[in-house]
């Protein structure tokens, strides 16, 4: 049943073909059918297919549908079709959706929710964004500690099926505080007189509703949990978190530390999804930010200006040695960024981590100058490059050449060896130090890294440049 | 009991006190646990944990702890001893930890495993590295699909507690095929004489053994999955993964994505865990591609040197410049990469994707282009930047100071805008088509880019400045 695709559906539609669409709801897992229905042009098709296969399977594709579908179809169905889809959607599926709907949309399918559930959904709407309390659900399984087993099974056979999980059961006292939780396996495991008391498990790992997402996904990575129960101001049990939600958030820290590396600012959406003008504005600003820092390596270029003067072709390196240096500091600050990031890395370690890297920067230094030295000579002695030596003879005029060569190949490696120790323990430094402050190291350290690491090459190169090749200005 | 630290720890033991060290070892979770002992110097500490604490906790201790303490702890330990620990670990954590042992090492801990288990380690051992086969693990639950419920809970209850999990049950036939999946939940509702066959998903998603790590957590990700079966070339079950394994395998990539991005090679361990010598080895042969191919700055920079001699002030924009158009081809290559990764893009979107940062390329050269041109006034009016005007009227002799300022920045506008076009433009085409061609983008583009951004820059600009400012060269 893995080949279903748009046009099988939409056939099947234009034929009425309800028996067969069901069969294909019941074997297709929803997502697939999500995709293929995320294509059809007609609303009406999709009208349809709510109207007349099952709202048992139904559910799930909603579900799964991409935005602007889901705001479509709500605005096609009427009131009564809207209010049995809802009554099977899960609290915090239809937080997460409603957030992103027109105004006059929301109130209309907050009219049309059973009113328990409305409160429910009013209360989530209000915790802050990338909060525990804006991505857990409600629909969590809350048994009494005085339950033995069995009483503990036949509850959750009642009441189980509307829940998000079951795999994990949280326990509450009288007084409605959250004592201890138990995995469904060793519900089966015990004894059916066992009370959940004595079988629960009491040290549990909980987070506060206004605990940063990315926060809760890594306490429950760290202790391998398929939900988190997520305790108000008072230590109640407001809501729990699955570990599908905490794959989700995973997935989309991930994705904004990467995408701020490349300096732009996290986008919501998907790149296809998000529009041209918002595309423009997170690319912007970073921009222009990057273009004014620029103004330093201006400056130290412009007070060169005369070294310059005297022997042009040492222009010709500027780019070489600028980017050398940012690859060598960029790489460390990258490996710090990622650590800090999945927490492997704290500040204290701070003093053990730059001695670590100082080692490494003198390994790669000392490797990428022979490698340089040898580079250049190659590339002056076959001449794939052009260098117009005749200007430097005439500064340098008591040497030759091949002298003259080695000289000027000499004060770049030289440049890039110190340079590349530099870039390495500032690679290292400057996340720390953005954290430290309480920064977000992914997105200040790398502008600030390439402005400084230009700096000091440009001073490096210039100063080793007059002393080797003794110019005098 | 959150405050646990190595120093409690330490001091229970040395005062053998082995009761109170129980009681930790019970409500403290493994992971802070491990964290603690990682830290503890001796390790005959270690050893007398694992000796005189019951197998039951510490077997959990042992699959947390750091490679170098299992290492060191595995030497310690007395045959007796090493079984005991590794009968309770769970295969696919005795196939990680051994991937990294020296060879004796890892032929003492096959020689104190038990004989089947011994031979599902081998097994484990012999797929390859980031196959769904190197991180399955062979203990999963199989049940016969003419079993009903209470049979099947039977099961559960007699061989269930040595199973990775039980949350998600597998049903074959006689056959030893694989013929449906039911989750414990689903068995839970159902009545106790259903039959298997019955209530059972028919509908079951499985990945080969050969399967890359990256797509079995993706597609685990896509349909919410806790595990997933692997099949064989046969077609039968040995083994599966599950959402705490596929989890791992979503970091490590996300690592190695961000990682590569900074030119590093990925690393397998931490940076912390990881040596000096192999960390600049990770390093060193990007920064030596990098600067081979500066080689084309190079080349194009000595070809403009006469133009560049006319007028030494056009050089202090060069990094300005080199560093904006890199800046806003990276930001559309990160964008892409990340969809890539993340399968939200798909190479056949290509043109959709190049029209549209066509348009956001368009608004961004257009913004940044009037941002550049009054900043590069200001700069000059102001005098932050000290650029050398005597030469540039020399050369420009018809203009007067303020003319050829407004010159000199209209030609880096020009080139800014121009630029950021190519730039984008490139920035996206460039990992779709390292995409298509069957590599890695977020290891191949991002170098390639740069330099053939770089090149683009300087030909602009100078193509630019020459007929701006009427440069005969």
Not at 337 to 349: N, P, S, T, W
Request: charged share 25%.
């Amino acid at each position: 049943m893995k080949n279903i695709n748009t046009e099988t559906i939409k056939k099947l539609i234009d034929e009425n073909n309800v028996k067969e669409l069901r069969d294909i709801f019941i074997k297709v897992p929803p997502i697939d059918l999500a995709d293929c229905c995320n294509e059809l042009e007609d609303i009406k098709d999709l009208v349809f297919l709510f109207r007349y296969v099952k709202s048992e399977y139904t559910a799930d594709l909603f579900a799964e549908l991409k935005q602007e579908k889901k705001e479509e179809l709500i605005n096609a169905l009427s009131d009564g079709e809207l209010a049995t889809l809802l009554l099977k959607q899960a609290n915090d599926d239809v937080t997460d959706f409603i957030e992103e709907l027109p105004a006059n949309v929301v109130s209309r399918v907050l009219k049309n929710v059973q009113k328990d559930k409305r409160n429910q959904i009013n209360a989530l709407l209000n915790y802050k964004e990338h909060t525990a309390g804006s991505i857990m659900t409600t629909e969590y399984l809350e048994l009494l500690d005085t339950f033995n087993v069995d009483e503990a099974i036949q509850t959750i056979r009642k009441i189980g099926k509307e829940k998000e999980t079951i795999f994990t059961l949280f326990i509450r006292d009288k007084e409605r505080s959250l004592v201890g939780e138990l995995g469904l396996d060793d519900l089966i495991f015990a004894n059916s007189s066992d009370c959940l008391k004595d079988i629960m498990n009491k040290t549990v790992i909980t987070v506060n509703v206004n605990t940063d997402q990315e926060e809760v996904a890594k306490t429950m990575k760290r202790y391998d949990l398929h939900a988190i129960p997520v305790l108000n101001d008072d230590q109640k049990l407001v809501g729990i978190i699955t570990i599908d939600d905490a794959l989700d958030v995973m997935e989309d820290e991930a994705s904004e530390d990467f995408i701020q590396m490349g300096h732009v600012s996290p986008i919501e959406n998907s790149y296809l999804q998000t529009g041209v003008i918002k595309l423009a504005f997170k690319s912007v600003p970073w921009l222009i930010i990057l273009m004014v820092l620029g103004v330093f390596t201006s400056l130290i270029l412009s007070n060169f200006q005369d070294t310059l003067a005297l022997l042009p072709v040492l222009t010709v390196f500027i780019p070489l040695l600028m980017d050398a240096g940012g690859n060598a500091g960029n790489q460390s600050t990258t490996l710090i960024i990622r650590g800090l990031a999945i927490g492997e890395i704290k500040v204290k370690d701070y003093f053990k981590i730059v001695w670590k890297e100082f080692r490494v920067a003198l390994l790669c230094a000392l490797i990428l100058a022979i490698a340089c030295f040898s580079w250049l000579l190659i590339e002056m002695y076959i001449g794939i490059v052009n260098y117009p030596l005749e200007e430097t003879l005439a500064t340098l005029d008591s040497l030759g050449v091949f002298k003259a060569r080695l000289m000027i190949a000499l004060a770049v490696t030289i440049t890039i060896f110190v340079d590349v120790i530099f870039a390495k323990i500032l690679g290292v430094s400057l996340p720390i130090f953005v954290k430290l402050i309480k920064l977000d190291p992914a997105l200040i350290s790398s502008p600030f890294l390439t402005t400084i690491i230009d700096i000091i090459t440009l001073v490096i190169y210039f100063v080793t440049s007059v002393y080797i090749l003794h110019l005098v200005v």
